[in-house]
Each structure stands twice: as structure tokens, then as C-alpha cells.
């Protein structure tokens, strides 16, 4: 079953964080919360391929929701139940689509935009590339800073040294970012997305009875709280 949601189409991925937002609504008291996002926890452990990658996710989460719970206590007459039900909120409306956003793949996402919803193709194919590009820039950024330290400018261990070299490694990396750009809008161009009114697609859009599956589960997640109430 952990195969399933890294074979699953990305539209199905979306839909279930875009339901978690309503699950959210429907959080108005801490035991409602407790099992809105223990439903969830129980779908990950069963579904996700990794649940530390899960567990990862969460902790980033939990700063949010944290500093939430303090605000709400020291300035919403400090009742520690509202603070943590506001807490949890933020939880069970960002974990499932911060989790499930690892695993949608551009180049599918755009087949699907494009052939199942019918969204025109050059805004689509251009949502794509900048997908591409963005989930990159994180192998761009060690290229810059090894290329940095092989010619002798890297960091000492002076924070301001640090700093500073920070500092060069973003500049390069908004450089290469806007000639990629560049590049990528000549190459789009050429290939007609300037002019061309209709276009094929090369890989096909298809649509499961596992996709059916996981959008069922994803409504019946959101529901939880909702029956709660």
C-alpha cells in the first residue's frame, strides 16, 4: 500500500491538501482536533512510503503551530485548550498538503492539468519548468559554493565571512536563475508556445482505480471532523 501514493496522479495529491482545508474548518474544540489529525497520522503510517520523511514535515509544522499556541494563550485570555485547538488547526490544515507535496511530479502535473482539466497548454507547460527549476536550485546552490571554495573564496570560520559568502552564493544563484529563465522562454519560444493555439502531449494523462481509492480516502479524512461535530 506505501506504493500507492508515489504512483498516484499529482491531481489527486492536491485535492487531498486542498480538503484539508476544509477538515479545518471544522476545528473548533481540542477533541475534535485530536481526532482529525490522528485520522490522518493513522492514513500516513498505512499510505506514505516514508514516515520519517512524514515526521520531518510535522516538526517544521509544529514551530508554526507552537509559536500559534503562545500567542493565543498570552493574548486570547490565556485558556490553554482554545490555544492548543488553534494550534492543532494549523496542523491539520498544512500537514497533509506539505507531506503529499513532495511526491507530485511536474512533468505528470502538467500532463494533467493540461489533458484532464483542458488549461491552456502554455501557462501549463510553463508552470512545469518553474517546478522543475525551483526543486534544482538546491543542487545549483552546492555547485556555486564548491566552485566557490575550489578557487579559494570559501568561508572562514568568522561569522561575518560566512555571512558574506551567503550572501555571493544568492547573488550567483539569482544569476543563473534569470539566464535558465532566459534560456528555457527562447527554447519554449522556439518550439511555438507563442504562436500555436492547439498542441499534443507526449506522455498520456491516466486516471486509476487506486487514484479513485485515495480521493475517496481523502474526502472521508476531511469528513472526520466535520461528523465529529
Same mark, same amino acid.
Given at each position: ?30 477533541? +475534535? ?38 500567542? +493565543? ?46 488549461? !491552456?497548454?502554455? !501557462? ?15 543542487? +545549483? ?62 506522455? @498520456?494523462? @491516466? ?23
Amino acid at each position: 500500500m506505501r506504493r500507492f501514493v508515489r504512483g498516484a496522479t499529482p491531481l489527486v495529491l492536491l485535492a487531498i491538501g486542498t480538503l484539508a482545508i476544509v477538515a479545518s474548518l471544522a476545528v473548533r474544540d481540542l477533541q +475534535t482536533a485530536c481526532l482529525a489529525l490522528g485520522a490522518y497520522a493513522v492514513a500516513g503510517a498505512v499510505l506514505l512510503p516514508s514516515p520519517r520523511f512524514a515526521l520531518a514535515r510535522f516538526g517544521a509544522i509544529a514551530v508554526a503551530s507552537v509559536s500559534l499556541v503562545w500567542s +493565543t494563550w498570552w493574548l486570547g485570555g490565556r485558556d490553554l485548550e482554545v490555544a492548543l485547538t488553534a494550534g492543532l488547526r494549523i496542523v491539520v490544515l498544512a500537514l497533509p498538503g506539505a507531506v503529499l507535496a513532495a511526491y507530485v511530479d511536474p512533468s505528470k502535473l502538467a500532463d494533467q492539468l493540461g489533458q484532464r482539466l483542458r488549461l !491552456p497548454a502554455r !501557462p501549463v507547460v510553463a508552470f512545469a519548468a518553474a517546478m522543475q527549476r525551483f526543486g534544482a536550485l538546491r543542487e +545549483t546552490w552546492g555547485q556555486l559554493d564548491r566552485t566557490r571554495r575550489a578557487r579559494g573564496f570559501g568561508p572562514t570560520h568568522n561569522p561575518v565571512s560566512r555571512v558574506s559568502h551567503a550572501v555571493s552564493l544568492a547573488f550567483a544563484l539569482l544569476v543563473s536563475a534569470l539566464r535558465d529563465a532566459s534560456r528555457m522562454s527562447v527554447a519554449m519560444d522556439a518550439r511555438g508556445f507563442a504562436s500555436a493555439q492547439r498542441r499534443t502531449w507526449a506522455e @498520456p494523462a @491516466p486516471w486509476s482505480r487506486t487514484d479513485s481509492a485515495l480521493l475517496a480516502l481523502g474526502v472521508a479524512l476531511a469528513a472526520v471532523p466535520w461528523l465529529v461535530r
